[in-house]
């Protein structure tokens, strides 16, 4: 079946910047939206970035202008380019993607999520 993987997660220093990727597999027909999001302690999971299969995007406020989403559709990969990172931005983050089956339907998928520290 369909499988997200993230990678890239790590801690790293307020100001610099962090790259996290997500690679899908399995039995896929075509993917549709790829998306970004996030949770960290006692919050909800919030979206932080969209993008549609034809490559248009949409951020959320708190993102916007720092963060930089990309897809690569021959790879099935969705990447997220995190810039001015700070403290705040500290979360799991996590890959999801709705993903469109061999047989036709749609269904959601979500990543195991990955761990960005940043620290003062």
């Known amino acids: 079946q369909v499988q997200l993987v993230e990678s890239g997660g790590g801690l790293v220093q307020a100001g610099q910047s962090l790259r996290l990727s997500c690679a899908a597999s399995g039995r896929i027909g075509s993917i549709n939206v790829m998306a970004w999001y996030r949770q960290a302690p006692g919050n909800e999971r919030d979206m932080l970035a969209t993008?549609?299969?034809?490559?248009?995007?949409n951020y959320a406020d708190s993102v916007k202008g720092r963060f930089t989403i990309s897809r690569d559709n021959a790879k099935k990969t969705v990447s997220l380019q995190m810039n001015s990172l700070k403290p705040e931005d500290t979360a799991v983050y996590y890959c999801y993607a709705i993903i469109r089956s061999i047989t036709g339907g749609n269904f959601p998928y979500w990543g195991q999520g990955t761990q960005v520290t940043v620290s003062s």
């Open positions: 993008i549609t299969s034809g490559g248009n995007t």
